[in-house]
């Protein structure tokens, strides 16, 4: 059973930045697509940003290009997400989220198997 802890969200002010991590369990962890979604109140879950299994490629959406960066670390089974610039609009439960045993970045929920339990990002004006 696979496990996707986050953490690092919380309260910050417009411009302000913040860092997301989650820690994956189990031993595929360097074959797996990673990928940072949201949801606010209201609205549906949808993708934030993705990145290849090996690293080397990664996904934004338009929302959040130039101002937010996903990176992982094979070594440790961790992937992150940095947010700088941020505004009210980013402020959702971010979750972190595992597509199993395939290496290639999905842009639909559908396409992860494996989610975090999701850690609140607020952004005041």
């Known amino acids: 059973q696979v496990q996707l802890i986050e953490s690092g969200g919380g309260v910050v002010q417009a411009g302000g930045s913040l860092r997301l991590s989650c820690a994956a369990s189990?031993?595929?962890?360097?074959?797996?697509?990673m990928a940072w979604f949201r949801q606010a109140p209201g609205k549906e879950r949808a993708i934030v940003g993705g990145?290849?299994?090996?690293?080397?490629?990664?996904y934004y959406a338009d929302s959040v290009k130039g101002r937010f960066t996903i990176s992982r670390d094979n070594d440790k089974n961790m992937v992150y997400l940095q947010m700088s610039s941020l505004k009210p609009e980013d402020t959702a439960v971010y979750y972190c989220?595992?597509?199993?045993?395939?290496?290639?970045?999905?842009?639909?929920?559908?396409?992860?198997?494996?989610w975090g339990q999701g850690t609140q990002v607020t952004v005041s004006s």
């Open positions: 989220a595992q597509r199993t045993l395939n290496g290639l970045i999905g842009t639909m929920i559908s396409e992860y198997d494996s």
């Open positions: 189990g031993r595929t962890f360097r074959w797996n697509a």
């Open positions: 990145i290849r299994g090996s690293g080397g490629s990664t």
